[in-house]
């Protein structure tokens, strides 16, 4: 049976692929990708970044917080998985392609969910001195796709998974029934 694919869950995969690697980069790569590093000409835009998100910036570097490293390490294996997909779906035609695209767009959701929810338990302590404007410019706005998103993945794969699941349970059944198709 053919793995039924559709394009924007592909597109989201292949696109976010890059921001993520480059995201993983200047995380792991800090302090030379920082504001003054000899690396930074290749992450500019996160200049902006390190003083919304404190998270990207000198002070968790300084206090050896080690959830931006965890986070990208994570940001690496998600996009490898969500390439995988990609692979197994399109090139090889693999059927359980669907649940390594579930698992891929479950990890998305719920490491975009937990680093919300640090901002919650710490009080804000990465983004909480922000504007509403910056706030919700850098860092709302962009984690809403990064939640939404691989939410409505979630959604249209499982969906498929549950369905190729049922169907076999109901074959399953008129086989062990007697009845022919």
Not at 119 to 142: M, Q, R, S
């Amino acid at each position: 049976m053919a793995v039924k694919t559709y394009t924007w869950v592909t597109l989201w995969f292949l696109l976010t692929a890059p921001v993520m690697f480059w995201d993983a980069g200047y995380c792991l790569m800090r302090p030379r990708s920082m504001v003054g590093g000899d690396l930074h000409w290749i992450w500019e835009g996160y200049e902006i970044y390190q003083e919304i998100d404190y998270l990207y910036g000198p002070k968790a570097l300084e206090e050896n917080n080690g959830f931006t490293g965890a986070q990208a390490l994570l940001n690496l294996i998600e996009t490898l998985t969500n390439l995988s997909y990609v692979y197994l779906a399109h090139v090889s035609g693999w059927s359980a392609a669907p649940v390594v695209g579930f698992a891929a767009a479950t990890m998305t959701f719920w490491k975009t969910a937990l680093y919300w929810l640090q901002e919650v338990y710490c009080g804000g302590c990465a983004v909480g001195h922000n504007t509403f404007k910056d706030l919700f410019v850098f860092y709302i706005f962009p984690n809403m796709l990064w939640t939404l998103i691989p939410c409505a993945i979630m959604l249209r794969l499982g969906k498929d998974i549950a369905g190729a699941v049922i169907a076999v349970e109901r074959s399953s059944k008129k086989a062990a029934s007697g009845k022919s198709f």
